[in-house]
């Protein structure tokens, strides 16, 4: 029934209405909000809405979706969606009681925002470093749906979802998800180039769960303790920035972050001087080791991630591919590790790159973060 009563809401909300002269009521742009870091999403204000506009992250002269939001206290009959948002319109009620969350780093992005009872469901628990929420999905409280691939349709329509919180990718749908009427909040932060900017898609996810002075907040204090710490490392001269490689070859290629990507981005800010800063590109370029141990063999400093139960040592790099042992950081023991499948390295990644930065920091100038405990990467053991 609330099902039924919310979709006949959304239909009077499209429709809208004409006035007494039967022109129909125009809405204009009361405020646009200011993004710092990000570039895939803007936020406008209007007097009964406000709107946040998905840029296509494979095509950024598109908009993917409008999400039109509409508080659930104030809407009424004579709502209109504003012209310019019309386009791809999706209308959500908000604040959002009952979200269902495809990924474990949208439901860290929740907790931390204080609204982890707001959370109906989730997919892929496995994957959830949060005890709380593993507590929760143990108890029944949040509902295990199964595979993000293809989730528990049924559950979904029976717990009264009011929105799906899933990360897009190129080429790619939602399969029967998209079939129920239950608007699908395509969260493309993991495709921002920045780490900011992917911390600050949590104002956009504060506006959905109705908090967004804490949103905001925890946005602007991320900002600053990232720019403190990156502030530390202005003054290094290039000669004294260590050179670094990062991750390892799958099947006969090696992905290697392009100068513009995230991930260079992290490394440069820590102080580190990124071997193939040269290659252009947010994304990563397919290298074959042969390509990368040319220019990466005397690197000071090797780091990767993993997600296995068992801590990989040298002795496991080695045997997984033996031509590893002729890096200058395999010889010289400076590889740095970071277990995904224990710490909360992914869940952090987005809401707290300032964390992260502070790890690489301390790797390559422990000087200047005397004291500091590592949370992330670890030395590899022998």
């Known amino acids: 029934m609330k099902r039924l009563l919310s979709a006949a809401v959304m239909v009077l909300l499209l429709a809208g209405c004409r006035n007494g002269g039967g022109a129909v ?86 907790e931390q925002l204080g609204c982890i009872d707001r959370i109906c469901g989730v997919c892929e628990p496995e994957y959830i470093i949060s005890e709380e929420i593993l507590t929760r999905v143990a108890d029944g409280r949040i509902a295990d749906l199964g595979m993000s691939t293809a989730p528990n349709i049924e559950k979904i329509i029976d717990m009264d979802t009011e929105v799906i919180i899933a990360s897009p990718f190129e080429n790619s749908g939602y399969g029967n998800a998209e079939k129920i009427g239950v608007p699908i909040v395509e ?51 290039e000669e004294e920035r260590p050179t670094v490689i990062m991750e390892r070859k799958y099947g006969a290629l090696w992905g290697v972050p392009g100068a513009s990507s995230y991930v260079a981005i992290f490394h440069a800010d820590a102080g580190a001087n990124y071997i193939f800063k040269d290659l252009s590109g947010t994304g990563s370029v397919q290298l074959s080791f042969e390509q990368v141990f040319e220019r990466a063999a005397d690197a000071d400093f090797w780091l990767l991630k993993y997600g296995t139960k068992k801590p990989l040592t040298y002795a496991d790099l080695r045997s997984e591919y033996k031509p590893y042992s002729n890096f200058a950081a395999f010889k010289n023991h400076k590889i ?29 100038h422990p000087d200047l973060l005397k004291g500091h405990q590592p949370k992330y990467y670890f030395p590899m053991e022998q």
């Not at 780490?195 to 991320?222: I, Q």
């Open 25 to 110: 009521q125009q809405t204009s742009v009361l405020k646009v909000d200011s993004v710092y870091y990000a570039h895939g999403f803007t936020i406008k204000y209007y007097d009964d809405c406000k709107v946040v506009s998905i840029r296509d992250p494979w095509d950024t002269l598109k908009v993917r979706k409008n999400y039109v939001l509409v508080d659930k206290e104030k809407r009424s009959r004579k709502f209109e969606v504003p012209a310019e948002a019309r386009n791809n319109a999706v209308i959500i009620p908000v604040p959002v009681e009952r979200a269902v969350i495809y990924t474990s780093v949208h439901a860290a992005m929740t």
């Open 187 to 237: 969260a493309a932060d993991y495709m921002e180039g920045h780490p900011l900017g992917r911390t600050e898609w949590v104002r956009f996810y504060g506006l959905l769960f109705g908090c967004r002075d804490r949103a905001d907040s925890l946005f602007f204090v991320t900002c600053s303790k990232y720019d403190s710490l990156k502030a530390l490392v202005t003054d290094i001269p």
């Open 336 to 364: 740095y590790t970071c277990n995904t499948l224990v710490t909360s390295y992914y869940d952090d990644i987005t809401i707290h790159p300032d964390q992260i930065l502070a790890d690489l920091m301390y790797i390559y």
